[in-house]
């Protein structure tokens, strides 16, 4: 018995050192080139250039998929007034190419095929969203 042991100890050694997987972190496997690239704008709050989305905050703007892989979008919501006098003013869809998007070098904009709005005057002191390929629904 004593030997069968000895036996199967020397064998999962051996199995051990011939067949043991190596680990690496997942950090070590992402390129540092690829965390120091510029960071793809499709959008910019911040820049009077960008009108549509100039000033939208951060928490009012989604991105969702397209009905296909030749489109995404980017989703802004305006509102007007405060309060209970709150509204939601616009709706904004901004349609990207996802091909220039997956590129991950797009800081002019270029992914960006066009912008639609949709007006509106629902009052909206909260509102919830959803996102679904090709639509937004609050």
């Known amino acids: 018995m004593k030997t069968y042991f000895l036996l199967l100890l020397v064998l999962s050694f051996c199995t051990s050192v011939c067949y043991g997987v190596t680990t690496t972190s997942q ?24 009108a549509i989305y100039n000033g939208v905050a951060p928490e009012n ?34 349609t990207l190419n996802p091909t220039i998007v997956g590129w991950g070098n797009d ?9 639609d709005a949709l007006a509106s005057t629902t009052p909206s002191a909260d509102l919830k969203h959803a996102i679904s390929p090709g639509y937004l629904a609050m």
């Open 27 to 50: 950090k070590d496997s992402i390129a540092s080139s690829s965390l120091n690239s510029s960071a793809t704008k499709v959008y910019s709050a911040a820049n009077q250039t960008d």
């Open 107 to 115: 800081t002019t904009m270029a992914s960006v095929i066009k912008d």
């Open 61 to 94: 703007v989604f991105f969702g998929p397209g009905a296909s892989n030749d489109t995404a979008y980017v989703w802004s919501i305006t509102f007007s007034g405060t309060g209970t006098a709150r509204k939601l003013d616009k709706i904004h869809k901004r």
